[in-house]
Nanobody, 119 residues
């Protein structure tokens, strides 16, 4: 059974930090690229950050560059999102996403974890 389980969300004041984790099971984690998406109320889901299967390549949305860091530990089947200097506009549900392949694409979604940035 494939599972992506996010954790680490919560409420934090502006300028604070959080680290999200996404624990994967039921598939070959190390062969999948991973992404973090987020969706704020009334807005479309947007890509936040991505990391290649081996972890050598990363990419970020312009809005989070320099503040967020994506990383992964293939030995633990876990991907992380370290978030610093949080802003109210970072408030959203954050989703973990695994994908592999282009023509015969395989992908999985986590259930999401809420991040709220407010004073």
């Amino acid at each position: 059974q494939v599972q992506l389980v996010e954790s680490g969300g919560g409420s934090v004041q502006p300028g604070g930090s959080l680290r999200l984790s996404c624990a994967a099971s039921g598939f070959s984690f190390s062969s999948f690229a991973m992404r973090w998406y987020r969706q704020a109320p009334g807005k479309e889901r947007e890509l936040v950050a991505g990391i290649s299967s081996a972890g050598f390549n990363t990419n970020y949305a312009d809005s989070v560059k320099g503040r967020f860091t994506i990383s992964r530990d293939n030995a633990k089947n876990t991907v992380y999102l370290q978030m610093k200097s949080l802003k109210p506009e970072d408030t959203a549900v954050y989703y973990c996403y695994a994908h592999r392949g282009v023509v015969n694409r395989i992908d999985y979604w986590g259930q999401g974890t809420q991040v709220t940035v407010s004073s």
